[in-house]
């Protein structure tokens, strides 16, 4: 069974900018596409930087803070202080870009995602060219796949391609995205085997297992 890789659910094409794409045209394309950042990118379509709303809203945020940092304040701070002044995409933006290859498995995306509290990943191929964005509701998207969709891959994929159930004997029903295997096979571990084959499938919500089998195998050397 194929599992979906991050091409297959990816946005693209992706809206970009350059470093030296003004800070007032930042602001109009964040608000025109309705998006949180924009990643920025080289001559070779390289990502080397993003700029988020909360990067640009350095500005606001230090409007009332005429005096620049203490020369003893932290590297970090004075960062911060040339970002909130900076006039082009190179001068705001992060230089930390989070990247994934176009052909990694989503799961791991979004074990990634969840890993390390991101919003989104950007894709690239393999010269390292951006070619998607990927967030957390385009990986939701394999929930909507619909129940017909489903019960056909179960039923093809797991019960009869392999486990080579008998068609007569076995069936998937799905309902809202669960599905309820129902039937009987000759062994024990073929059952189990069914519902984790069945668990894996993208878009599955949850596995109710009803299946019957002749022999209990669970003990067998």
């Known amino acids: 069974m194929r599992k979906p890789l991050v091409a297959d659910l990816m946005t693209h094409p992706v809206v970009t900018v350059s470093p030296m794409t003004p800070?007032?045209?930042?602001?109009?394309?964040?608000?025109e596409y309705k998006i949180g950042s924009v990643p920025v990118l080289d001559g070779g379509d390289h990502p080397v930087?993003?700029?988020?709303?909360?990067?640009?809203?350095?500005?606001?945020?230090?409007?009332?803070?005429?005096?620049p940092p203490s020369v003893l304040a932290?590297?970090?701070?004075?960062?911060?202080?040339?970002?909130?002044?900076?006039?082009?995409?190179?001068?705001?933006?992060?230089?930390?870009?989070?990247?994934?290859?176009?052909e990694e498995p989503a799961a791991a995306a979004a074990r990634r995602l969840l890993r390390q509290g991101l919003r989104r990943l950007y894709v690239v191929?393999?010269?390292?060219?951006?070619?998607?964005?990927?967030?957390?509701?385009?990986l939701l998207h394999v929930f909507l796949r619909s129940d017909e969709e489903l019960r056909e891959q179960v039923e093809q994929d797991v019960l009869?391609?392999?486990?080579?159930?008998d068609p007569d004997r076995t069936s998937a029903r799905v309902r809202d995205g669960e599905v309820t295997l129902r039937g009987s096979v000759e062994?024990?571990?073929?059952?189990?085997?069914?519902?984790?084959?069945?668990?894996?499938?993208p878009g599955v919500v949850a596995v109710y297992d009803e299946l019957k089998f002749d022999v209990d195998d669970a003990g067998a050397v």
């Open 74 to 102: 932290s590297r970090a701070r004075w960062r911060r202080w040339d970002r909130g002044r900076g006039t082009t995409a190179r001068d705001v933006m992060s230089d930390r870009v989070h990247v994934i290859g176009r």
């Open 160 to 165: 009869r391609r392999c486990l080579w159930a």
């Open 23 to 31: 800070f007032k045209n930042l602001v109009a394309i964040l608000t």
């Open 187 to 201: 062994l024990r571990s073929e059952a189990r085997r069914a519902v984790a084959l069945t668990e894996a499938i």
């Open 49 to 67: 930087g993003v700029v988020s709303e909360t990067d640009l809203l350095l500005k606001e945020g230090q409007r009332e803070k005429a005096e």
């Open 125 to 138: 191929d393999g010269s390292g060219r951006l070619v998607g964005v990927l967030s957390k509701r385009d």
